[in-house]
């Protein structure tokens, strides 16, 4: 019997997951589709119905931030279905500085566009229903 990598690392604690998550991300070669990770991190974390932790959730929107104008993640389709998806697992608390940041309109972005619109709608509505929530 073998186990796949993302079959063990569900079965950790969500801190150690979160760690490993960031270790994988820091250290992947460009060859590895940045979507599938974070794809990975959305089913487990959605699939457990946990939100990402707050420090985790902070250094993620950073990446996230930072590998859109790569060339690279131009050809990634996963990358641009799954940062939705995992704006959808932030706090309430880091929505606010989630909105900030994201490439929009940067040159060789255009790609990007319709995921990033639709990355701070999201952010938008969560942030509304959270506040009609308290």
Request: charged share 20%.
């Amino acid at each position: 019997l073998q186990l796949e990598p993302a079959t063990l690392t569900a079965c950790l604690p969500q801190a150690e997951r979160e760690a490993l998550w960031l270790a994988q991300w820091t250290s992947s070669s460009r060859a590895v589709q940045r979507g599938a990770m974070l794809a990975e991190m959305v089913r487990s974390l959605g699939g457990r119905g946990e939100q990402a932790s707050p420090a985790f959730a902070g250094r993620m929107l950073d990446h996230l931030r930072a590998c859109i104008p790569l060339e690279a993640s131009k050809w990634d389709s996963m990358l641009r279905q799954s940062v939705p998806e995992f704006i959808c697992l932030l706090p309430p608390d880091a929505l606010d500085g989630a909105a900030h940041g994201w490439p929009v309109g940067q040159p060789g972005t255009d790609y990007f566009s319709d995921t990033l619109a639709r990355v701070l709608a999201v952010i938008e509505h969560r942030k509304i229903l959270h506040d009609n929530v308290e």
